[in-house]
């Protein structure tokens, strides 16, 4: 009977073992349909987009894979956003996101054409950052400045344009120019970017002025000497037409005005 007892205690002083497995386990089971729960209780009702002016929300929420009645927390938010960018190429950045308790919302930033290139018979339509936005026939209209002396390489809809002469080198002062332009709030007034030859790279503005830049070192100075000259000229002449050359105004601290008295 010593013996049996003895044994009994040794069996009962294992089961704190069992009953931590036990334990755990049922902790498993309530998250598993806890999670089964929520993948079946929380179902998609509404799609929201937000931000849009080139596209329609029911593109994006076509594009996007989400469906109504779908699970709301098996919806893929990165995959989605890496879908959306890649298949739209004005989305300058998409977020999705949930809200419970049924809610998906797509919020998207749309990049905005400021010019275009014409090359290979093809109109270019690039934003500030120089992303090739779209690709329309020369004949259609298309918003912003024209950018010339530019031939692109291996264009392609939704990249980064590159440049057959020196890709870095062009690209570097096409950012430079059109950054000097915003900043100066002079967007609206060019007509045309040249920039044939980098060391001498010039724009009409108004329709009245060639302003020949040079090189795009010291340009905020160039562009302050700019708008102070261009305030002058139009106190002076309301129609005043010409040339300000500013290639060398760093150096020599001002700028040059040649009247056009043709």
């Not at 076509?62 to 709301?72: F, T």
């Not at 007034?189 to 010291?218: K, P, Q």
């Amino acid at each position: 009977m010593a013996l049996f007892r003895s044994y009994r205690r040794a069996a009962i002083g294992k089961r704190p073992g069992f009953g931590l497995f036990t334990r755990i386990l049922v902790v498993l089971i309530v998250l598993g349909a806890l999670a089964l729960t929520a993948v079946v209780f929380f179902r998609v009702k509404t799609v929201e987009v937000t931000g849009l002016q080139h596209y329609t929300p029911d593109q994006l929420i076509d594009a996007s894979g989400v469906k109504i009645d779908s699970s709301l927390l098996l919806t893929k938010r990165g995959a989605t956003e890496d879908k959306l960018m890649a298949d739209f190429p004005y989305l300058e950045s998409v977020s999705v996101s949930i809200k419970l308790p049924d809610k998906v919302l797509i919020e998207a930033t749309e990049c905005t054409p400021v010019a275009y290139i014409d090359d290979g018979g093809r109109r270019w339509v690039i934003d500030s950052r120089g992303k090739l936005l779209d690709c329309l026939p020369t004949t259609e209209t298309a918003a912003g400045f024209a950018v010339k002396g530019i031939s692109l390489k291996e264009p392609e809809v939704n990249t980064y344009f590159t440049s057959i002469d020196d890709d870095i080198i062009t690209k570097e002062s096409y950012d430079s120019v059109i950054k000097a332009a915003r900043d100066y709030d002079f967007f609206a007034d060019i007509d045309y970017v040249d920039m044939t030859t980098i060391a001498d790279i010039r724009f009409e503005l108004e329709g009245r002025f060639l302003v020949r830049l040079g090189l795009v070192d010291g340009l905020d100075y160039k562009m302050q000497t700019l708008t102070e000259m261009l305030k002058d000229l139009n106190e002076r002449k309301s129609n005043i037409r010409g040339t300000i050359d500013l290639s060398d105004c760093v150096e020599t601290r001002c700028g040059r005005f040649t009247e056009d008295l043709g």
